[in-house]
């Protein structure tokens, strides 16, 4: 009886506690290995994602998107290119329509978007960062988002 | 008299003549790592009534259902665009145009556009989900809908948009080509079909300033100088008269507070009819003002008013006999998907009609909007 006591109050507490993993929570822009691009500025990344041409160092940078991941999305609206989902549809939308300049590709999956990436030369795309730590051939650029 | 109505159109117009050289462009484009396409559908479906007429003669009503679809290409510096609209009213290639990118900010197209001397025609172009309200301003309308302002150029145009150090921005964009022509009662476009036509010249000018480089709120400065050749056998109004150089210099703005949007553009247009034995000026203003009120993100309440100084007694407007001198518009969007809405607006309006005192009438339009993919 005393050892579930134990127990119960162990993993209440437990729960209590931060997880370090939530607390570590971060979301990175991650590039190729092979782009020679080594800082982005924030402005920057919006501009990309809303389909203005952005060259650094000489380099064009495409943007890739992630789907399917509910909070990934959020963060992307709220911290990356700071509008709503409904601005930013119809933002990247419009360029398209004036300029003819293509939305940023979308992807399902963390393998092609990844694979995508390595293909295409100073390609970027946004992940958390725990995924972008464990992959070769690419390398972070730069910290987007840090959880509390 | 009245106003003639609007016959099935189709320009450029061999529709498979063209459509075969938008889609050896689709098939010759080279799929490189660094190329990206996008092919955007912009469906629409209208329904149209007249009430309240003047004359029973006005009496209007049709449904029309309309697809613009855009075609894009984007390689390392260069892009191509093409626009293609068909309705049951008609088919006409919008757009087709190759462009080179030299800087980031910096384009140059050659090709069929649209003039750079509009501020409405170059934020929506033909792209109806876009745009709150389901009519257009007159001042923007389109040549085969009694536009009195050259819409499409063929020819070259440079656009530039640049990003100053306090994050605010300055563009313009410039372009020379050749103007419509003149003929029975609206503006015809070049056709790239018919190189022999005659067309005249056509130079037009836009200055943008937006407080926030990634702000869709701006202001800017807009001119042009058309030489529109006049087809004087096309119609009897239109006998011994040769040419009409306009020339036009307007402003416009593009304001947002929170909920509250306004857009306005103040055109003054100055055209020099040449006639074989006598020229005729005439100059006026024609402006619009529409406020858009966000209720929510679902629904947007908007109105506008489009109206002229001095053009009512005007002998270019009469030559345009389907312009809209005057409409006082309220409406309602409904945002019922991420890509799609339905609309209605109520109007009251007043057409130029061939005589000094304009047709007038009531009007109501309900449309559905939407853009795949």
């Known amino acids: ?148 | 008299m009245i106003a003639p109505k609007k016959r099935r159109t189709t320009r450029l117009c061999r529709p498979s003549a063209t459509l075969s050289i938008l889609l050896a462009g689709l098939c010759a484009s080279p799929v490189a790592a660094e190329s990206q396409q996008e092919l955007l559908l912009f469906p629409s479906l209208d329904t149209y009534n007249t009430f309240k007429e003047e004359r029973p003669e006005i009496e209007d009503s049709f449904v029309r259902g309309t697809l613009n679809v855009l075609y894009s290409y984007s390689g390392e510096r260069f892009r191509f665009l093409g626009e293609y609209l068909w309705s049951s009213h008609e088919s006409e290639l919008e757009r087709f145009k190759g462009g080179w990118q030299w800087q980031d900010d910096t384009m140059l197209w050659l090709g069929r556009f649209h003039s750079t001397a509009r501020y409405w025609t170059s934020e929506y172009h033909h792209g109806q989900f876009l745009q709150t309200p389901i009519t257009r301003p007159s001042l923007e309308e389109w040549e085969d809908e009694s536009g009195p302002i050259p819409s499409h150029i063929t020819g070259l145009s440079l656009e530039v948009d640049r990003q100053r150090g306090d994050d605010s921005a300055f563009g313009y964009a410039i372009s020379a080509g050749l103007a419509p022509k003149f003929a029975e009662h609206e503006l015809v476009p070049y056709d790239v079909l018919d190189p022999g036509s005659d067309h005249g010249l056509a130079v037009n000018f836009r200055l943008v300033y937006r407080p926030e480089f990634l702000s869709p709120m701006q202001v800017g400065f807009i001119s042009g100088w058309n030489e529109i050749n006049v087809v004087s056998e096309s119609s009897p109004d239109l006998t011994d008269l040769d040419r009409i150089d306009q020339l036009t210099v307007g402003g416009f703005a593009d304001w947002r507070w929170s909920d509250f949007r306004l857009i306005a553009s103040l055109v003054y247009l100055n055209n020099e009819m040449k006639y074989v034995d006598a020229n005729v000026n005439d100059d006026f203003l024609l402006s619009y003002v529409q406020f858009e009120y966000a209720i929510n993100e679902d629904f947007t309440f908007f109105g506008r008013t489009d109206n002229g100084f001095d053009e009512d007694l005007s002998p270019y407007l009469r030559l345009l006999p389907g312009f809209i001198a005057h409409r006082h518009m309220l409406g309602l969007r409904w945002d019922i998907a991420s890509f799609q809405s339905l609309t209605v607006e109520i109007a009251d309006t007043s057409r130029q009609g061939e005589a000094f005192d304009h047709d007038n009438f009531k009007e109501y339009r309900f449309q559905w909007s939407s853009v795949f993919p």
């Open chain 1, 1 to 148: 009886m005393r050892c579930r006591s134990a127990t119960v109050v162990f993993l209440a507490i437990a729960w209590l506690l931060p997880q370090p993993a939530e607390a570590e929570r971060a979301v990175v822009l991650i590039t190729s290995d092979s782009c020679p691009v080594t800082d982005i500025s924030a402005l920057d990344i919006r501009k990309a994602y809303v389909s203005v041409a952005v060259s650094v160092d000489g380099r064009t940078i495409r943007p890739f998107r992630m789907d399917g991941d509910e909070l990934l999305n959020r963060i992307f609206y709220q911290s990356i290119v700071a509008m709503s989902q409904k601005s930013y549809e119809r933002r990247a939308l419009s360029m398209a329509l004036k300029y003819g300049t293509p939305r940023p590709p979308v992807f399902d999956d963390i393998d092609s978007a990844v694979d995508a990436v390595r293909r295409l030369e100073c390609s970027v795309l946004y992940l958390w960062k725990e995924d972008a730590e464990s992959l070769d051939g690419v390398r972070i650029i730069k910290l987007l988002w840090q959880g509390d």
